[in-house]
């Protein structure tokens, strides 16, 4: 007789031996229990992500950056470059932007991206004989006003950063939609 039958039968003759099966009940919670974890998983996973990969966070107002002396800027628009800390993904780097800035007629300072609205071009200022104190672009002919108001061919104006002064310094910040067209 086998060492389990000897066991079963020791002080309860009569009691069948207990079967290790698996109930219905038991099934079920297992299964659900399984599917419900890897959903959760599975919902979980990509949030973790969010939190850890910076190409996924949402990008922070970029820093002010000094340009250019105060004194510098006149009437008419000069291009002037500068340099900003860029952080794309785990990629960082410094490139070199150029802006175009100048002064209102109420001798406030702006500053505008020289990237053509049309496609992206450079546009270059006073750098086409018919469109004299203008934007031009060689590219389709786009043409600004100094303030950057689209003229032709270009549906859009210039960009326009934002601008501080501070300790008779110009410091630019955020690229965003031209305000001055509309003032
Ligand atoms: S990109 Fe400037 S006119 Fe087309």
């Known amino acids: 007789m086998s060492e389990r039958k000897n066991h079963a039968s020791h002080g309860s003759e009569n009691m069948p031996v207990a079967k290790r099966e698996m109930s219905r009940r038991q099934f079920l919670s297992y299964t659900l229990g399984g599917t419900g974890g890897f959903l959760a998983a599975g919902m979980l996973v990509p949030m973790v992500r969010f939190a850890v990969d910076p190409v996924l966070q949402p990008k922070k107002e970029a820093d002010w950056v000094k340009v250019v002396e ?29 802006a175009f800035i100048a002064k209102d007629k109420s001798g406030n300072i702006f500053a505008l991206n020289p990237t053509c609205k049309h496609l992206g071009c450079t546009v270059g200022w006073n750098n086409n004989a018919d469109y004299k104190d203008q934007f031009y672009c060689p590219c389709h002919g786009a043409h600004y006003t100094k303030e950057g108001k689209q003229l032709a061919v270009s549906t859009a104006p210039l960009d326009e950063y934002k601008v501080k ?19």
């Not at 002037?80 to 794309?88: L, N």
């Not at 002064?165 to 003032?183: D, M, S, T, W």
């Open 70 to 98: 105060e004194s510098k800027v006149t009437d008419s628009p000069q291009a002037f470059k500068f340099q900003i800390h860029q952080v794309d993904g785990w990629y960082e780097s410094d490139p070199e932007i150029e």
């Open 165 to 183: 002064i501070e300790n008779g310094f110009v410091y630019l910040g955020q690229l965003g939609p031209n305000q001055i067209v509309n003032k």
